[in-house]
């Protein structure tokens, strides 16, 4: 801890779960008195509450201190212990190197100054510790199975039997119960799904969600058993281990994994059946009967059409927001309305009306403003990206700058030394504990020349980013010029009765972010059609075309 004396640092903590409240104050207090006993300055807390240490880039504290470590504002960071930063080997190596890089000691309570040992040993425990967790929940989840519980949540159908010896049990909630025996019944009649839904919806019954019914409801997934039609619950069997839950590494997110069967686990409980085993079969024969086939052998993929329309996946319905798609030959419909009945826009559109009406929104006059206004939010954008990597630049300068210097210094020191100009000395019995601050200087110059090297090559691909974003042209010449070039192949479509050409399709689609369609005044009195338009295109069209035009 004595590393720390005199420099300003900044204190991180973490806690995974609710249940841990308490665990970051105490972590921030327990941190800063260890800086007050070490005459160290605490000049910024950060802290992540409720949030997994697995992956990094969920985690909003622990990147804004990251990014505030480019700039200088501490000189070590101050936790309580390694698993505090993070579980993951990858990112605890991640969080190391580039605090190194920035010149910053990352200084634990409980470890003291954290170097590359600690980050593999304790990496690699935190790791192992995180699988260990996970095993021991699938064991535990597999034993409440096999003493009757069930683990999850709540299932339509079903009361979850609350604390106690019984926990993870189940009872029937006849309500409930009541609407899957309806279901069940209606789709073994041979009723087709979507109008099964559309009935529970006309009756008022709420879905498992408490919004409204979809055929996707009854349905669900085959190979995840998701979908009321699909769970073996209402026949008396729960079936566990089918799919595992598993992060993913980049999102976080926790996706569902098929598992084989070799891994399922099965319980009968004839108590908790809610539907015949006889109306369940034949359910699932219907199920499978209906289910598209999968060719024995994986064929080559097709390759890919060619955009026929401009409003191909682009349409939206202007009353519930839903998708607007192909109803039949050259007619539109919303969806929403086809599938439940619960929008107002039930006539269908004439695609041929609605391309001729977006048309003319995207060659009037009035549509330039709405240009203006997208190529004005991209430069926006570009000029924080370009400030940013601006900043960037500088910070990596100076790092080098700073590199540099130190082995500039260390070399003079070298040189200057009596040791350089006779024979070195027999070494001492003890070698004495070397000065922190010539800790430091020996850290900055373990960075080899070539990442020296990789430095440079980082600032000439930021400034030719940063060119790149930043053209020599003003925001109303670019949105002028996409204006007019979106105008022009607008006019031409309209025109082209004989058949849409391909480069104009594909240039007004990239441009059309949403088009958003529907009847007003009544029925199919006046159509109107508003459209979105896509600011990163719009800017990119200007431009290019400015360049061309330039020769």
């Not at 504002?73 to 190596?93: H, P, T």
């Not at 559309?198 to 019914?213: E, F, K, V």
């Not at 540099?404 to 070698?431: D, G, Y």
Request: charged share 25%.
């Amino acid at each position: 801890m004595n590393d720390i004396a005199g420099m300003r640092v900044a204190i991180y903590a973490r806690h995974s779960t609710d249940t841990q409240e308490r665990s970051v104050p105490a972590q921030l207090e327990r941190c800063r008195e260890i800086a007050r006993r070490h005459h160290a300055t605490v000049v910024e807390e950060f802290a992540d509450e409720g949030i997994s240490g697995a992956v990094m880039q969920q985690r909003p504290a622990l990147l804004e201190l990251l990014h505030a470590a480019a700039y200088g504002e501490f000189e070590a960071v101050l936790i309580e212990d390694l698993s505090r930063v993070s579980r993951d080997q990858a990112d605890v190596a991640t969080i190391y190197k580039r605090l190194l890089y920035h010149g910053i000691l990352l200084i634990s309570v409980t470890e003291g100054l954290i170097n590359e040992l600690y980050v593999g040993l304790k990496g690699t425990m935190n790791a192992i510790y995180l699988k260990d967790l996970s095993d021991k929940v699938r064991r535990g989840q597999r034993a409440a199975v096999a003493n009757g519980g069930i683990p999850g949540g709540r299932r339509y159908g079903y009361d979850v039997v609350p604390g106690g010896s019984a926990g993870g049990r189940r009872t029937i909630n006849e309500a409930e119960a009541a609407v899957v025996r309806r279901i069940f019944a209606e789709v073994a009649s041979g009723r087709p799904y979507r109008l099964v839904a559309r009935a529970l919806n006309d009756d008022g019954i709420p879905s498992p969600t408490g919004s409204r019914w979809h055929a996707s409801t009854l349905v669900g997934t085959a190979s995840l058993s998701r979908g009321i039609l699909r769970n073996v619950i209402y026949r008396g069997r729960v079936l566990f281990g089918r799919v595992k839950s598993v992060r993913n590494p980049v999102t976080g997110r926790h996706e569902r994994h098929p598992q084989p069967e070799s891994e399922w686990k099965t319980i009968e409980v004839p108590e908790l059946a809610i539907v015949p085993t006889e109306q369940w079969d034949a359910v699932q024969a219907i199920l499978e009967a209906k289910r598209p086939g999968r060719p024995p052998v994986k064929r080559p993929p097709r390759p890919s059409k060619a955009i026929r329309y401009i409003t191909s996946g682009r349409l939206w319905c202007g009353d519930c927001g839903g998708r607007v798609t192909t109803a039949h030959s050259g007619y539109l419909i919303c969806q929403t309305w086809r599938t439940t009945r619960t929008c107002g826009q039930r006539h269908m559109f004439r695609r041929g009306d609605v391309i001729e009406a977006l048309a003319r929104r995207l060659a009037s006059p009035r549509n330039a403003k709405t240009v203006h206004t997208a190529a004005s939010a991209e430069a926006a954008v570009r000029r924080t990206r370009s400030t940013r990597l601006s900043e960037e630049i500088t910070a990596v300068e100076r790092a080098a700058a700073a590199l540099a210097h130190s082995a500039t210094a260390l070399a003079r020191t070298a040189e200057a030394h009596p040791a350089s100009r006779r024979a070195p000395p027999a070494p001492p019995a003890r070698t004495p504990e070397p000065h922190p601050a010539s800790r430091r200087a020996s850290q900055d110059l373990a960075i080899p020349e070539a990442e020296i090297d990789a430095l440079a090559n980082r600032i000439t691909t930021t400034r030719a980013t940063l060119a790149l974003l930043t053209p020599q042209v003003s925001v109303d010449a670019i949105a002028a010029t996409a204006h007019a070039r979106i105008a022009a192949a607008a006019r031409t479509h309209a025109e082209q009765h004989h058949g849409p050409d391909p480069q104009h399709v594909r240039l007004l689609q990239e441009v059309l972010d949403r088009i958003t369609v529907a009847w007003r005044g009544g029925d199919r009195k006046r159509l109107t059609v508003t459209v979105t338009l896509s600011p990163p295109a719009v800017y990119e069209l200007g431009v290019q075309e400015i360049h061309w035009q330039d020769g």
